[in-house]
């Protein structure tokens, strides 16, 4: 006994044989097409990375500048004595301690002096400063012009009640623009410090 296995009907007009696949039209078009969503998606892709790596610098910065001026102030405000040592170094009395801001290589800089013969310890509070600026104010709010220069370091020094720091910064890396925090400037009074009007 024979079986025969009855061949699948040939629509008319077709050509026996012909293998199944794709032109090299259709193939030149789909990869074409391929190449155009993945440039899509990697473009969007090292844009999300970049503005991830952006955001993250500036959130750096923006929690350095806010510890940093957390710190002055609470230096300032418990401060007995200060002394100018340059426009842009102020040397407090704070308790027994001496501590000292300075701006120096674009970084805020504060040094504390223990009584003992210890060796002062340094500590950057910020760094990629751009803009800075310390201002001092008279217990009326009368601000002291040209401290080093007009004024004397030492009469600045018994004037000075209320200080003023100003500061910008910026972050830079490889893959992203510049990311640069606003000018930050706050003022704080010395309450522990006597100064007769």
Known sequence: M???????ARKPGSRPGRPRGFTLVEILIGSTLSAFILVGVL???????????????????????????????????????IEWLSAERVRMQVDTFLITYEHASGSLIR?????????????????????FAF???TITGAEIPGIGTTTTLASAGQTTKQLQISLQASRTSRTV?????TVLSARFILRNKRVTA
């Open 2 to 8: 024979t079986i025969i296995i009855p061949s699948p």
């Open 43 to 81: 473009s969007t892709f090292l844009f999300l990375g970049r503005s991830g790596a952006n955001i993250q610098n500036y959130n750096d910065m923006e929690s350095q500048a806010r510890r940093a001026l957390e710190q002055f102030a609470q230096d300032t405000r418990q401060a007995r004595t």
């Open 135 to 137: 201002k001092a104010y």
């Open 111 to 131: 040094t504390v002096q223990a009584p003992s013969p210890a060796l002062p310890v340094s500590t950057t509070l910020l760094s990629g400063i751009t803009v």
């Open 177 to 181: 623009t510049t990311a640069t925090n």
